[in-house]
């Protein structure tokens, strides 16, 4: 599935929310009402901005194969973002919810 499919079907499904496609680092993402990027694809994978210390945060990364999301691939990852590999992608909404719900 394409990109842009996944990332359809994720605004149809967040989009009573407000949510709209957008871009982060080129690639295609989730932006919530207020104009902020919360989620995005990347290299595959869904990256969400679940929030440092939270439980969305500590449960995705308890998932084994998620990580922190490190966009440039430099080992300097963005500690409030979780990149989810494809595996998971039947809870990606899930945790784009989340996402979408952490303060900034």
Known sequence: MADTDVLDGLVTQLGPYGV?????????????????TFACLHGGELACRLGQGTRAHA?????G?????????????????????????ARWAEFASAAMS???
């Not at 709209?20 to 902020?36: C, I, Q, W």
């Not at 449960?59 to 998932?63: I, P, S, T, V, Y």
């Not at 966009?71 to 300097?76: D, M, Q």
């Open 65 to 89: 194969d998620a990580h922190l999301f490190d966009p440039s691939g430099a080992g300097r990852p963005m500690h409030d973002w979780v990149s989810l590999p494809a595996a998971h992608s």
């Open 20 to 36: 709209r496609a957008s871009t982060l680092f080129g690639e295609p993402a989730l932006m919530d009402v207020e104009g902020k």
């Open 59 to 63: 449960e995705a990364l308890g998932m």
């Open 102 to 104: 952490v303060p900034r």
